[in-house]
């Protein structure tokens, strides 16, 4: 993908004006990672992660810094600081009881 993208702004010069907001995106969505995978309780420990990464482990605190950063300013965005305390509320608004079975929740919570 990388590569076709290289192929296609070699013939249009212009297009890089996006390369540096996609490789802010990338940078973004990366500190994000890590930031979530923190907050899993059997996620990788900053030294662990360093290792898979090939950086320091300070370098790795400070992007989960970043993530944990972005990730307070999307859910703010958002209007919402908890998803599971406003699913919850949004229950007990309606009257409705939770059906989902106790226990389950679903992988990817940015809660």
Do not use: C
């Amino acid at each position: 993908m990388v590569d076709a993208l290289a192929r296609r702004l070699s013939d249009d010069p212009v297009g890089l004006v996006h390369v540096e907001p996609l490789r802010e995106h990338l940078r973004d969505a990366m500190n994000i990672a890590i930031a979530l995978n923190q907050e899993k309780p059997r996620g990788y420990s900053f030294g662990e992660l360093a290792k898979i990464l090939g950086m320091r482990r300070e370098s790795v605190y400070v992007r989960a810094i970043k993530g944990r950063a972005l990730l307070a300013e999307m859910r703010a965005r958002l209007g919402v600081t908890s998803l599971r305390r406003h699913r919850e509320a949004r229950l007990q608004e309606a009257a409705l009881p939770d059906r989902r079975p106790a226990g389950v929740h679903h992988r990817a919570n940015l809660s």
